[in-house]
Protein backbone atom coordinates (compact mmCIF):
# COMPACT_ATOMS: atom_id res chain seq x y z
CA UNK A 1 0.00 0.00 0.00
CA UNK A 2 1.94 3.14 -1.32
CA UNK A 3 -0.57 5.72 -0.76
CA UNK A 4 -0.30 8.77 -3.07
CA UNK A 5 3.05 7.99 -5.53
CA UNK A 6 4.47 11.14 -7.52
CA UNK A 7 6.75 11.18 -10.15
CA UNK A 8 9.14 13.05 -10.94
CA UNK A 9 11.01 13.79 -7.54
CA UNK A 10 12.58 16.88 -9.22
CA UNK A 11 12.80 18.43 -12.35
CA UNK A 12 14.41 21.47 -14.15
CA UNK A 13 12.59 23.31 -17.30
CA UNK A 14 13.59 25.54 -19.69
CA UNK A 15 10.49 28.91 -20.32
CA UNK A 16 8.60 27.41 -22.50
CA UNK A 17 9.01 23.51 -22.42
CA UNK A 18 6.38 21.78 -21.55
CA UNK A 19 5.89 18.03 -18.88
CA UNK A 20 3.36 16.18 -16.95
CA UNK A 21 3.70 15.72 -13.59
CA UNK A 22 2.24 12.21 -12.70
CA UNK A 23 0.23 10.80 -9.42
CA UNK A 24 -1.55 7.75 -8.38
CA UNK A 25 -2.92 6.39 -5.63
CA UNK A 26 -3.94 3.17 -3.91
CA UNK A 27 -6.58 4.11 -1.70
CA UNK A 28 -9.91 3.31 -3.62
CA UNK A 29 -10.23 7.86 -3.44
CA UNK A 30 -12.97 9.14 -5.14
CA UNK A 31 -11.36 12.95 -5.84
CA UNK A 32 -8.01 13.85 -6.36
CA UNK A 33 -6.22 17.23 -6.24
CA UNK A 34 -3.06 18.90 -7.68
CA UNK A 35 -1.62 21.88 -5.47
CA UNK A 36 1.73 24.12 -5.20
CA UNK A 37 3.35 25.30 -2.18
CA UNK A 38 5.02 28.47 -2.43
CA UNK A 39 6.97 30.02 0.71
CA UNK A 40 4.43 32.29 2.60
CA UNK A 41 1.14 31.23 0.03
CA UNK A 42 0.45 28.30 1.90
CA UNK A 43 -1.04 25.24 -0.19
CA UNK A 44 -3.01 26.39 -3.16
CA UNK A 45 -5.61 24.18 -5.38
CA UNK A 46 -4.94 24.05 -8.73
CA UNK A 47 -7.09 21.54 -10.76
CA UNK A 48 -9.35 18.83 -8.86
CA UNK A 49 -11.03 15.66 -9.73
CA UNK A 50 -14.30 14.78 -7.87
CA UNK A 51 -14.47 11.41 -9.57
CA UNK A 52 -13.06 9.60 -12.00
CA UNK A 53 -14.02 11.42 -15.90
CA UNK A 54 -14.16 14.75 -14.01
CA UNK A 55 -12.12 17.84 -13.50
CA UNK A 56 -12.92 21.17 -12.05
CA UNK A 57 -10.69 24.41 -12.15
CA UNK A 58 -9.44 25.15 -8.38
CA UNK A 59 -7.65 28.54 -7.12
CA UNK A 60 -4.94 28.96 -9.30
CA UNK A 61 -5.62 27.08 -12.65
CA UNK A 62 -3.69 29.67 -15.40
CA UNK A 63 -0.92 27.53 -17.22
CA UNK A 64 -2.66 24.21 -15.83
CA UNK A 65 -4.41 21.05 -17.68
CA UNK A 66 -4.76 18.22 -16.27
CA UNK A 67 -6.19 14.43 -17.05
CA UNK A 68 -8.29 11.90 -14.83
CA UNK A 69 -6.82 8.60 -16.50
CA UNK A 70 -8.60 6.75 -14.44
CA UNK A 71 -9.40 6.17 -10.70
CA UNK A 72 -5.86 5.74 -9.54
CA UNK A 73 -4.12 8.43 -11.69
CA UNK A 74 -4.69 12.11 -12.20
CA UNK A 75 -2.08 13.90 -14.04
CA UNK A 76 -0.83 17.69 -13.96
CA UNK A 77 0.90 18.80 -17.55
CA UNK A 78 2.22 22.39 -18.39
CA UNK A 79 1.97 22.94 -21.84
CA UNK A 80 4.41 25.86 -22.03
CA UNK A 81 6.44 26.39 -18.41
CA UNK A 82 7.33 30.05 -17.24
CA UNK A 83 9.19 31.04 -14.42
CA UNK A 84 6.23 31.48 -12.11
CA UNK A 85 5.37 28.20 -12.14
CA UNK A 86 8.43 27.31 -10.41
CA UNK A 87 6.96 25.64 -7.22
CA UNK A 88 6.97 22.24 -5.03
CA UNK A 89 3.60 20.24 -6.54
CA UNK A 90 1.53 18.18 -4.09
CA UNK A 91 -1.03 15.72 -5.56
CA UNK A 92 -3.44 14.62 -3.17
CA UNK A 93 -6.49 12.10 -2.94
CA UNK A 94 -9.59 11.38 -0.39
CA UNK A 95 -11.81 13.82 0.69
CA UNK A 96 -15.17 12.78 -0.56
CA UNK A 97 -17.20 10.08 0.39
CA UNK A 98 -17.35 10.10 3.95
CA UNK A 99 -13.35 9.99 3.53
CA UNK A 100 -12.90 13.47 4.56
CA UNK A 101 -8.81 12.75 4.64
CA UNK A 102 -6.87 14.32 1.78
CA UNK A 103 -3.56 12.09 2.01
CA UNK A 104 -0.93 13.94 0.27
CA UNK A 105 2.35 12.47 -1.93
CA UNK A 106 5.93 13.48 -1.23
CA UNK A 107 6.09 16.40 -3.68
CA UNK A 108 7.14 17.42 -7.07
CA UNK A 109 10.35 20.21 -6.93
CA UNK A 110 9.96 22.13 -10.51
CA UNK A 111 12.32 24.39 -11.75
CA UNK A 112 11.83 27.06 -14.76
CA UNK A 113 14.63 28.58 -15.67
CA UNK B 1 -14.89 34.71 2.22
CA UNK B 2 -13.23 31.76 1.08
CA UNK B 3 -9.61 32.59 2.88
CA UNK B 4 -8.40 31.31 5.87
CA UNK B 5 -5.55 33.34 8.38
CA UNK B 6 -3.12 32.19 10.10
CA UNK B 7 -0.85 33.21 12.44
CA UNK B 8 2.04 33.42 13.07
CA UNK B 9 3.89 32.90 10.77
CA UNK B 10 6.95 31.65 12.25
CA UNK B 11 7.60 30.22 16.24
CA UNK B 12 10.23 29.70 18.20
CA UNK B 13 9.37 27.80 21.57
CA UNK B 14 12.11 26.02 24.32
CA UNK B 15 11.61 22.46 24.55
CA UNK B 16 8.57 21.40 27.25
CA UNK B 17 7.16 24.78 26.07
CA UNK B 18 3.17 25.65 24.87
CA UNK B 19 2.96 26.17 20.85
CA UNK B 20 -0.06 27.70 19.61
CA UNK B 21 -0.64 28.29 16.34
CA UNK B 22 -4.27 30.38 15.51
CA UNK B 23 -6.65 30.11 12.58
CA UNK B 24 -9.58 32.65 11.59
CA UNK B 25 -12.11 32.51 8.63
CA UNK B 26 -15.26 34.09 6.98
CA UNK B 27 -17.08 31.42 5.73
CA UNK B 28 -19.76 29.90 7.97
CA UNK B 29 -19.99 26.91 5.47
CA UNK B 30 -16.80 25.58 6.61
CA UNK B 31 -17.58 22.34 8.99
CA UNK B 32 -14.97 20.63 8.47
CA UNK B 33 -11.03 22.11 10.28
CA UNK B 34 -7.83 19.89 9.97
CA UNK B 35 -4.62 20.76 10.90
CA UNK B 36 -1.35 19.14 8.85
CA UNK B 37 2.34 18.80 9.91
CA UNK B 38 5.17 19.26 7.02
CA UNK B 39 8.23 18.23 7.49
CA UNK B 40 10.84 19.45 5.31
CA UNK B 41 10.97 17.61 1.74
CA UNK B 42 7.93 15.83 2.54
CA UNK B 43 4.43 16.02 2.16
CA UNK B 44 1.66 17.35 4.37
CA UNK B 45 0.27 14.93 6.90
CA UNK B 46 -2.72 15.28 8.84
CA UNK B 47 -2.27 15.43 12.68
CA UNK B 48 -5.73 16.42 13.97
CA UNK B 49 -8.69 17.64 12.85
CA UNK B 50 -11.98 18.93 14.68
CA UNK B 51 -15.96 19.46 13.23
CA UNK B 52 -17.75 22.36 14.47
CA UNK B 53 -19.78 20.22 16.89
CA UNK B 54 -17.05 19.79 19.62
CA UNK B 55 -14.96 22.79 20.90
CA UNK B 56 -12.31 20.92 21.66
CA UNK B 57 -10.26 17.59 20.67
CA UNK B 58 -6.71 16.22 22.22
CA UNK B 59 -4.79 13.95 20.51
CA UNK B 60 -1.66 13.38 23.02
CA UNK B 61 0.12 16.26 23.23
CA UNK B 62 -2.11 17.81 20.09
CA UNK B 63 -5.35 19.80 21.32
CA UNK B 64 -7.66 21.66 19.06
CA UNK B 65 -9.48 24.64 20.51
CA UNK B 66 -12.89 25.84 18.20
CA UNK B 67 -14.51 28.97 18.58
CA UNK B 68 -17.52 28.97 16.73
CA UNK B 69 -18.99 32.32 17.42
CA UNK B 70 -15.95 34.18 16.72
CA UNK B 71 -14.87 31.36 13.95
CA UNK B 72 -11.49 31.11 14.97
CA UNK B 73 -9.77 27.40 15.62
CA UNK B 74 -6.27 27.10 17.29
CA UNK B 75 -3.67 23.90 17.62
CA UNK B 76 -1.94 23.81 21.15
CA UNK B 77 1.03 21.53 21.30
CA UNK B 78 1.61 20.63 24.70
CA UNK B 79 5.49 19.92 26.42
CA UNK B 80 7.16 21.07 23.02
CA UNK B 81 9.80 18.65 21.56
CA UNK B 82 12.69 19.31 18.98
CA UNK B 83 10.69 16.39 16.85
CA UNK B 84 7.92 19.21 16.50
CA UNK B 85 9.74 21.35 14.20
CA UNK B 86 7.63 21.66 11.02
CA UNK B 87 5.59 23.23 9.22
CA UNK B 88 1.83 23.41 10.50
CA UNK B 89 -1.25 24.42 7.78
CA UNK B 90 -4.43 24.69 9.51
CA UNK B 91 -7.37 24.27 6.93
CA UNK B 92 -11.26 24.10 6.35
CA UNK B 93 -13.88 23.15 4.14
CA UNK B 94 -17.06 21.62 3.49
CA UNK B 95 -18.56 18.66 4.34
CA UNK B 96 -20.55 19.00 1.34
CA UNK B 97 -19.36 17.93 -2.21
CA UNK B 98 -16.09 17.13 -2.88
CA UNK B 99 -14.30 18.66 0.67
CA UNK B 100 -12.40 21.43 -1.20
CA UNK B 101 -9.44 22.44 1.54
CA UNK B 102 -8.58 26.15 2.32
CA UNK B 103 -5.25 26.25 3.76
CA UNK B 104 -3.85 28.50 5.62
CA UNK B 105 -0.88 30.21 5.10
CA UNK B 106 1.72 28.01 7.11
CA UNK B 107 3.40 28.69 10.23
CA UNK B 108 7.20 27.61 10.58
CA UNK B 109 7.55 26.20 14.40
CA UNK B 110 11.10 25.89 15.88
CA UNK B 111 11.61 23.54 18.90
CA UNK B 112 15.01 24.78 20.76
CA UNK B 113 16.54 21.88 22.86
Known amino acids: NAGVTQTPKFQVLKTGQSMTLQCAQD?????MYWYRQDPGMGLRLIYYSASEGTTDKGEVPNGYNVSRLNKREFSLRLESAAPSQTSVYFCASGGSGGQETQYFGPGTRLLVL | QQQVKQSPQSLIVQKGGISIINCAYENTAFDYFPWYQQFPGKGPALLIA?????SEKKEGRFTISFNKSAKQFSLHIMDSQPGDSATYFCAASSLLGTYKYIFGTGTRLKVLA
Open chain 1, 27 to 31: MNHNS
Open chain 2, 50 to 54: IRPDV
